[in-house]
C-alpha cells in the first residue's frame, strides 16, 4: 500500500468521510433528507472532473444519484424504501471501495 499525501488524496478521503457520514444518515435519519442529494452531486462531479485518476466508474455514481431522487419519492411502501435503500447502502459501499482503491494505488 502506497500513500502520498497529495491535495487529491486528501480530497478523496473527506469524500469518503462524507459518504460514510451519507450512510449514518440514511440509517437514522428520515428518507427525505437532502444530504446524500448533495453528496451525489458532489461526487458525480468529482468523478466526471478527475475522470483520469479516480477509479470510480461514473455509472455508479449515477446509480447511487437515482435510487437517492427514488427515495425522495413518498408514495413508496416500507418495504420497497428498505430494498432500496439497501441498495442505495451497497453502491455507496462500492464508491467507498473504489475510492480506497484510488488513495491506496490497489
Known sequence: MDFLATPFNFSTTL??????????????APVENN?????????LY???MYASQVRVPPVLVFI???????????????????I???????AIGMTIYFCLATIYRW
Open 64 to 82: 447511487s444519484l437515482i435510487l437517492a431522487l427514488i427515495l425522495r419519492f413518498e408514495f413508496m411502501n416500507a418495504i420497497v424504501t428498505k
Open 84 to 90: 432500496v435503500s439497501l441498495f442505495e447502502f451497497c
Open 46 to 48: 468529482y468523478t466526471i
Open 15 to 28: 469524500l469518503i468521510g462524507l459518504a460514510c457520514w451519507v450512510m449514518y444518515l440514511r440509517a437514522k
Open 35 to 43: 444530504i446524500p442529494l448533495i453528496y451525489n452531486g458532489i461526487m
